[in-house]
T-cell receptor
Framework: DADVTQTPRNRITKTGKRIMLECSQT?????MYWYRQDPGLGLRLIYY???????NKGEISDGYSVSRQAQAKFSLSLESAIPNQTALYFC?????????????FGPGTRLTVL | GNSVTQMEGPVTLSEEAFLTINCTYT??????LFWYVQYPGEGLQLLLK?????DKGSNKGFEATYRKETTSFHLEKGSVQVSDSAVYFC??????????FGQGTRLTINP
């Protein structure tokens, strides 16, 4: 079974709709991240969380919100989706032990906003 | 601020060719450097990393050396295979374990 899972894998929605993307992990990591991937732009950080009580904005947080419901779950919401939020969204995790600085990525959610 | 610049793709090579994908960075201090690979339909996975100057990261025949003097971390492989076809991302770790990614380079290997 995958260590980092994302649901749904694909979603098509309309402008103005509220959308939630979910991420779960079984790696026991404290830190979780949400990125979006656009062609030619690489991945950009939306939000990150170092534990359940810690939420931080990334470089492109406008139009998004997050919820860290438990150590293993980190959800990304689009309160009112717009077409330029069409992208591939990735969740990632990392831990704080020792010198580890590797991030582990989920398979991604492809979101299309019409 | 921190930034990463990769050579633009797409890159198309024949099997057994030599591969170089250039990556340069701008950062304060001495960041850790990474190459991640994204196979079709999958998330990113770590390919290799280097944490200090002159370190060489290696994995699956790929290598990259952390060059502080040229602020570079170029990815190389001596003989590519069709299975190496993927998108490759160079990244640096800035403060608070935040990764900054390059734009990605799509690599296609033809048999």
């Amino acid at each position: 079974d995958a260590d980092v899972t994302q649901t749904p894998r694909n979603r098509i929605t309309k402008t103005g709709k509220r959308i939630m993307l979910e991420c779960s992990q079984t790696k026991g990591h404290d830190r979780m991240y949400w990125y979006r991937q656009d062609p030619g732009l690489g991945l950009r950080l939306i939000y990150y969380s170092f534990d359940v009580k810690d939420i931080n904005k990334g470089e492109i947080s406008d139009g998004y919100s997050v919820s860290r419901q438990a150590q293993a779950k980190f959800s990304l919401s689009l309160e009112s989706a717009i077409p330029n939020q069409t992208a591939l969204y990735f969740c990632a995790t990392s831990d704080t032990s020792g010198s580890s600085d590797t991030q582990y990525f989920g398979p991604g959610t492809r979101l299309t906003v019409l | 601020g921190n930034s990463v610049t990769q050579m633009e793709g797409p890159v198309t090579l024949s099997e057994e060719a030599f591969l170089t994908i250039n990556c340069t960075y701008t950062a304060t201090g001495y960041p850790s450097l990474f190459w991640y690979v994204q196979y079709p339909g999958e998330g990113l996975q770590l390919l290799l990393k280097a944490t200090k100057a002159d370190d060489k990261g290696s994995n699956k025949g790929f290598e990259a050396t952390y060059r502080k003097e040229t602020t570079s971390f170029h990815l190389e492989k001596g003989s590519v295979q069709v299975s190496d076809s993927a998108v490759y991302f160079c990244a640096l770790r800035g403060g608070a374990q935040k990764l900054v990614f390059g734009q990605g380079t799509r690599l296609t290997i033809n048999p």
